[in-house]
């Protein structure tokens, strides 16, 4: 469980606050989607949840920023990772550099735990049959391309089982094929009760697999509920972001009142528009 | 004379006996064309032969009447413009301006010229104010715009896109896909790996689709989208509003907001066409 209570941060020598005033809770197990323009804050909440903001950019934070019970801004870093995982934009930024293999690679994390071994292959085995990178384990990680290597970055992290995972444009360098695997890994995540905070540009996805939907615009949260909520707000392009593709031809096809929601997946695009030809066909 | 770009039963192999590419043929023209598939299927090996960076094992590329394997990249460059996937394997110099008059420096134009030109590349990618700031103290988004600007600013007649809206947000990606048209409609070859299929569908006009080293579809992307065997091959998923369209069993394929709502009205509610 995250609870952040009005947090502002300022990076080093500068006079804009990064992030104003933010509160919000995310339940744990919850999947919380988080958009919004470059520059408006998404990777500098990322690393406040992480605790790299403040212990590490370093600069001024008021607030409080709780996770499972820890206050992040006055843990040490080495306390708040064992609570929270963080997979980077980049896997290069992640990877160790260190390891032959992939499977060395996703065990480096797990031995500085103290894991023992047996559990460690298994945790190994789970991890990369999740996220489909069991063919890829003897492969040296950097021979990869850019999207299993995010793969493997991703696994990484998830073999520790952190309670709380944050994702910062984990599927950026990711094929089609690629980017399904991690949001059902992020289905599998949540169904085994993990918190999961994702920032992403792929509104699509995210629409589908997160529980809600927070909107940045300059450091500040201008909005967080239900996708249907989210996306059924009048502000959207103000705060630079828009809804997903079906909600966009649906909202202009069917042009009424959509205060109650609106359709923002396939699944319930379709199911919303083929009501909508009974109701003016007769 | 060079903005066509054969390539001719194409092989290419990093290690022997495991050969990347396995017979492509492809002929480039102007306009503009995605490349989509998955991971791993050879589409950033097919770049890098565009210019000789790499060269075939067997088969042969020719960028207009130029041989890759006869001639060096630093030739080809002054026809053939490639953005990289990753700005920063392409970015190294320490003020954004140098690094964006390298190129077009580098082919050959005046100091006047290229400084007309990167300034209006930068221009064109809204980074104008930003010249004399080192690369590596802007974000990523910024920087993989600069990196796009520096190739725009050698004005080649091939420009060559590798995955151009990674981190770029709403307002990014259109403006690239603006970019990648005013480009096609100025006659250059455009071509680019693409992995947003709504990006792909909305601003190209012909979409390669690879799988394990061959092409598997090509052709306009009405057709290539939805031809549903060949994209399981290519291990991809059509645009939304194809997979809408789809669900809804319109004929009709449409590939932008307009087209949705317009064949939608004209197939499922007739009465309520005007």
Redesign the interface.
Known sequence: MIQIERLTYYYPHQEEPALKELTFTVQQGESVGIIGLNGAGKSTLCYAIMGLVPHFYHGTISGDLWVNGINVPDASLGEVSQHVGLVFQNPLHQLSGSKATVKDEIAFGLENLGMPREKMLERIEWVSELLGIASLLHRNPFSLSGGQMQRVAIASVLAMKPQVIVMDEPTSQLDPAGTAEVFAAIEALRKEGITTVIVEHKIEWLAEHCNRIAILADGELKAIDLPGKVFAQPDLHEWGVEPPVYTRVYQKIAAENHSSGVPTTLKDTVERLKAYEQNNQG | MSKTIKVDEVWFSYSPGQPVLRGVTITFTPGVTAII????AGKTTLMKLLNGLLTPSKGSVLVGELDTREHLTSQLAKYVGIVF??PDDQIFKSKVIDEVMFGPLNIGMSLEEAHRRAKAAMAELQITGIEEENPYDL????RKRIAIASILAMNTEVVIFDEPT????????RLLGKIVTKLGAEGKTVISIV????FAGQFFQRIISMAEGQVVADGKPEEVFRDWGGLKRA???PP??V??AD??ELKQTPLT?EQ??KY??QE??P??NR
Not at chain 2, 37 to 40: D, F, L, M, Q, R
Not at chain 2, 139 to 142: A, G, L
Not at chain 2, 166 to 173: F, K, L, R, S
């Open positions: 598939g998955e991971n791993g996937q990753n974000s990523y988004p910024v990674i981190g770029q947000d709403i307002a990014g990606v992995h947003d299929m709504n291990h991809v998923s939304s509003l997979q809408l669900a809804l907001e949705f709502i939608y009205c499922r509610l009465k309520r």
